[in-house]
């Protein structure tokens, strides 16, 4: 067979494999773009898995309790004088521009400061921003396991009385996409409507 015959045949080929059934979504996926994230894409981390702990109401949580919504986790404790109230003011507005969407977000809020964080002081310290967020408390060595999952730094910093201390920690958010695997890390300060277009985008992906 002469090369041009060859070239022929091959083409014929070409064409009716485009015509078969499932061809489209394959040469689709190819030219699908990886999204787009304002935070650092974290897609296959083999860290930040999950977490277990006990929320302000005394309920066991995991990160499948929330699967179908998008989940924000972020560290930090109630005595905390400007990042934490800081960031979780930017998820509950995060929340308010995503609008119906909204419904779909789950915040939580890890408390480093078990000593201090009891049940009823975290619960109050979520209504401040949203009553739907919750906070989780382990015991200290529960905390600290959580915290090197997450790569989450955190050190007590003594004051100057047993209870005025303070804790030096990590900033950042965790996004977890409805199937429950982590796949962005804000840093703090990045703001709420970057954080609100990340969260969208993870929705679209599950509508």
Same mark, same amino acid.
């Given at each position: 067979?002469?090369?041009?015959? $060859? ?8 064409? +009716? ?13 190819? =030219?699908? #773009? ?10 296959? !981390?083999?860290?930040? $898995? ?18 179908? #919504? &998008? ?9 905390? %004088?400007? &990042? ?6 930017? @998820?509950?507005? +995060? #929340?308010?521009? @995503? ?19 009891? %049940? ?6 979520? !209504? ?11 015991? %200290?060595?529960?905390?600290?396991? &959580?915290? *090197? ?5 955190? *050190? ?14 990590? !900033? ?9 695997? &982590? ?19 993870? @929705? $679209?992906? =599950? %509508?």
């Amino acid at each position: 067979m002469n090369t041009s015959l $060859r070239r022929r045949d091959a083409l014929k080929t070409i064409a +009716a494999c485009a015509v078969l059934p499932g061809a489209g979504a394959l040469f689709t996926a190819c =030219s699908e #773009k990886k999204p787009s994230f304002h935070g650092v894409d974290i897609t296959g !981390a083999e860290y930040a $898995r999950d977490l277990e702990l006990t929320d302000h109401n005394g309920q066991q949580r995991s990160l499948k309790d929330f699967r179908g #919504k &998008v989940v924000v986790v972020f560290f930090g404790y109630t005595q905390c %004088p400007d &990042v934490c109230p800081t960031s979780l003011q930017e @998820l509950a507005e +995060a #929340k308010r521009l @995503l609008g119906p969407d909204g419904e779909r977000l789950q915040g939580i809020f890890v408390t480093i400061d078990p000593e201090r964080d009891t %049940p009823g002081l975290l619960k109050a310290y979520m !209504a401040n921003f949203d009553p739907n967020f919750i906070a989780l408390r382990g015991t %200290p060595e529960q905390t600290a396991a &959580v915290a *090197k999952e997450f790569k989450v730094y955190y *050190k007590k910093i003594e004051g100057k009385t047993p209870t005025s201390y303070t804790m030096d920690h990590s !900033a950042g958010s965790y996004i977890f996409d409805p199937e429950g695997r &982590v796949r962005v890390f804000h840093r703090y300060g990045s703001g709420a409507q970057a954080l609100a277009d990340d969260l969208r985008t993870l @929705l $679209r992906e =599950s %509508p």
